[in-house]
């Protein structure tokens, strides 16, 4: 038992080790006005179900809720299904989806060889009142990320910026969308007031 137990725990660890992954946003060029302590839109904000990928619905809806809840800027945010009279309602047209990487020589040699390679996050949505669903507003964030799998990711955890989770789940990316959301406050009042909005 105690035999299985150490063999069970190497190959764990040796997993680690090979498919060590950590990923860090990379800062853009300019970023928009940090989000005042406190500040919030006051608004409750509806999720449509995310139709044009099945693959990616419930996950990408899912996900936007939880990052939309993270940046504090709304009085409620939920699906679309459990809130009675939402003040906008948000539907994703576009969730980019990332590379498909095959890290052959990092497999090759057990995680001694890393595979680092840049890809982007980012997501593209529109605002529309519930009672004026042809009055839309739409609004794309994107982020550019560097990503890195190997024995190696295991180590650059321990430096700032770098994190062991999906790109979308790290404070870079949430604090990012919080500002993009901010500058963005004045669409999301005119859509919930009238109705009425243009692109960003």
Not at 135 to 161: C, H, K, W
Request: charged letters at 20%; aromatic letters at 10%.
């Amino acid at each position: 038992m105690a035999r299985n137990s150490i063999c069970l725990s190497m190959l764990m660890l040796l997993n680690g080790c090979v498919f060590g992954y950590c990923c860090k946003i990379t800062p853009p060029a300019s970023l928009e006005d940090e989000v005042p302590k406190g500040a919030t839109l006051g608004l409750s904000i509806a999720i449509q179900p995310y139709q044009r990928d099945p693959e990616l619905e419930p996950y990408a809806s899912d996900a936007l809720i939880k990052t939309f809840r993270e940046t504090h800027l709304f009085t409620e945010v939920d699906d679309v299904r459990r809130i009675a009279h939402p003040d906008v309602v948000v539907r994703i047209e576009e969730k980019l989806r990332g590379r498909d990487v095959i890290p052959l020589f990092t497999l090759m040699t057990f995680g001694l060889f890393p595979t680092v390679f840049d890809d982007r996050c980012g997501i593209t949505f529109c605002l529309f009142k519930p009672e004026s669903p042809l009055n839309q507003a739409v609004i794309s964030y994107r982020r550019d990320t560097t990503e890195t799998l190997g024995i190696v990711a295991n180590f650059m955890l321990l430096f700032p910026g770098y994190h062991c989770a999906a790109p979308e789940e790290t404070p870079e990316y949430v604090d990012g969308l919080a500002r993009r959301l901010w500058s963005m406050r004045e669409m999301f009042f005119g859509v919930a007031r009238s109705g009425v909005g243009i692109g960003g």
